[in-house]
């Protein structure tokens, strides 16, 4: 047995006992009946009449990216890698775009108030035709697809690889997701290797919310930055 498969197997088990556990009461907790043959499943085609899983052609830069179908929804399985106006490699590496994509930011500086502005323009064109930059919601879909405890859907989402700097390690990627700890960039400081946070389409305050990963956790939040982009099919 190769050791990725032995990760997987164990970390498996590990969700699993999460999810077994009882509360500090001695209630039960919410019984998990996550089926990855169900909910996620590699074979048959989706409600697009696309294979479940497979590859699309960006059109605008020949780019070719991996997708996956997760419930009702089809999502990009690999970071965008599209060099938008604006967008960088982390740790302005460009070594790095390869392994992670590019990151982006969506505000520029309104130059009559020096408040930041949220760029319509680029929300609506960043993603390849026919896919969108999902709103907070969708993330949320997701995340109900997967497991509503947060910590397991991590878990399940997260690449068998590439978290060896996270406290909690590495995922099972159950659903052919494979979230890479590309972490985000803001003032010279990266996570790279901690975390992964995707924009989302839905604004907070003079900013942009987005969708983390960070050791065992799932969840939105916000703030300024350079963040990667997972697009969903429309």
């Given at each position: ?7 997987k ?51 605008r ?42 990151l ?11 408040r ?35 910590k ?44 992964a ?38």
């Open positions: 047995m190769n050791y990725s498969l032995k990760l197997i164990l970390i498996s088990f590990a969700a699993l006992f999460i999810a077994a556990c009882t509360t500090d009461s001695g209630e039960s907790s919410v019984v998990d009946d996550f089926d990855a043959s169900v909910v996620c499943p590699a074979e048959g085609t989706n409600a697009y009449g696309m294979s479940n899983r497979g590859t699309f052609v960006d059109e830069d020949g780019q070719e990216y991996k997708y996956t179908t997760i419930g009702d929804q089809v999502w990009m399985a690999e970071n965008l890698n599209y060099n938008a106006v604006g967008s960088m490699c982390q740790g302005k590496d460009e070594s790095k775009c390869e392994l992670y994509g590019r982006y930011r969506y505000t520029w500086q309104d130059r009559n108030t020096g930041d502005t949220i760029n319509w323009d680029f929300i609506d064109s960043v993603c390849p035709p026919g896919w969108h930059l999902p709103k907070l919601a969708e993330w949320e879909k997701l995340q109900g697809s997967v497991g509503e405890d947060g397991i859907a991590a878990l399940r989402m997260k690449s068998v690889k590439g978290w060896e700097r996270s406290h909690w390690g590495a995922g099972v990627d159950e659903c052919g997701f494979s979230v890479l700890p590309a972490g985000t960039f803001s003032y010279e400081s990266s996570s790279e290797g901690n975390s946070e995707f924009l989302t389409a839905t604004a907070a305050y003079e900013t942009m919310n987005y969708w983390y990963f960070f050791d065992e956790a799932m969840g939105a939040g916000y703030g300024p930055g350079y963040f990667t982009i997972r697009c969903i099919k429309d």
